[in-house]
T-cell receptor
Framework: AQKVTQAQTEISVVEKEDVTLDCVYE???????LFWYKQPPSGELVFLIR??????QNEISGRYSWNFQKSTSSFNFTITASQVVDSAVYFC????????????FGQGTELSVKP | GAVVSQHPSRVICKSGTSVKIECRSL??????MFWYRQFPKQSLMLMAT?????????EQGVEKDKFLINHASLTLSTLTVTSAHPEDSSFYIC??????????FGSGTRLTVV
């Protein structure tokens, strides 16, 4: 079975704090892709990153960084020096090679960054 | 970049009427599109996979006769909510895959049934 778990439903931080959003996934496939999306209040989904199962290198993009650990089936997302504009719901998602292109989303983490 | 256009962005309809939502790929061809539904404070749940020129594949528990999907061309998929009821009020969002293992999402449609 394919499953994505984001255990943190809501996180509240003060501006400039660092924050990590957790994501744990389950799949029996050896080839799969992991994604993070940001959903601001307007509702659209903003693509942040895609990572395939064969690439465990961590990635940094500005204030964003991702830690992919196959050993623990985790793909965590860290925002450094958070800003009010980072306030949104963040979704982790999984696409396995045998799922016909379907994305399985986690429950989402609502991040609130207060000034 | 690849763009998926979704219309309308908001719709209010009376209970018992039908509503059609369009999803268009503007600068690429999409043989497959995906329809999701999102209730407030919840995750996106896949409703169905729309296949150009053939029947859609529905996820378990999704009523085929209630949520009609048509994918008549390589750039257009439509979702029709038939005989809508207040419990169908939700945020509906479509997506397509312009590149291998990448996804582009529409801006979503907020449906309110009164």
């Amino acid at each position: 079975a394919q499953k994505v778990t984001q255990a943190q439903t809501e996180i509240s931080v003060v501006e400039k704090e660092d924050v990590t959003l957790d994501c744990v996934y389950e799949t029996r496939d050896t080839t799969y892709y992991l994604f993070w999306y940001k959903q601001p209040p307007s509702g659209e989904l903003v693509f942040l990153i895609r990572r395939n199962s064969f690439d465990e290198q961590n990635e940094i993009s500005g204030r964003y960084s991702w830690n992919f650990q196959k050993s623990t089936s985790s793909f965590n997302f860290t925002i450094t020096a958070s800003q009010v504009v980072d306030s949104a719901v963040y979704f982790c998602a999984l696409r396995s090679s045998n799922q016909g292109g379907k994305l399985i989303f986690g429950q989402g983490t609502e991040l609130s960054v207060k000034p | 970049g690849a763009v998926v256009s979704q219309h309308p962005s908001r719709v209010i309809c009376k209970s018992g009427t039908s509503v059609k939502i369009e999803c268009r790929s503007l600068d690429f061809q999409a043989t497959t599109m995906f329809w999701y539904r999102q209730f407030p404070k919840q995750s996106l749940m896949l409703m169905a996979t729309s296949n150009e020129g053939s029947k859609a594949t529905y996820e378990q528990g999704v009523e085929k006769d209630k949520f009609l999907i048509n994918h008549a061309s390589l750039t257009l998929s439509t979702l029709t909510v038939t005989s809508a009821h207040p419990e169908d009020s939700s945020f509906y969002i479509c997506s397509a895959s312009p590149v291998s293992y990448g996804y582009t999402f529409g801006s979503g449609t907020r449906l309110t049934v009164v």
